[in-house]
């Protein structure tokens, strides 16, 4: 969704609890044609994990051997032994 700053001036606290509780970005555009982004705190950290992941390319490669294993292997199955560490 886009608004004018003076719509989201004029609706301030409808338009954040509503980008929270909805976990959807707010595009505030500008007069001057600058815009900027009104975002939750959490789906900011969740952005800010996720560029952290995709950046790391040792991590990117554990997950591709993960999925390589995983689509090979039909996942992975635990041995009754390692069933049975969890009920002691």
Not at 30 to 57: A, H
Not at 67 to 87: A, F, V
Request: glycine residues 4%; aromatic residues 8%.
């Amino acid at each position: 969704m886009t608004l004018s700053v003076n719509q989201f001036r004029a609706n301030l606290k409808y338009h954040v609890d509503n980008t929270i509780n909805n976990h959807e970005p707010l595009t505030v555009s500008r007069k001057n044609g600058e815009s900027f982004v009104v975002l939750s705190l959490e789906d900011y950290n969740r952005e800010q994990e996720t560029l952290y992941i995709i950046q790391n390319q040792e991590l990117m490669q554990q997950i591709g051997k993960s999925i390589q294993s995983y689509n090979s292997h039909h996942g992975y199955t635990p041995s009754q032994d390692e069933l049975h560490l969890d009920n002691e």
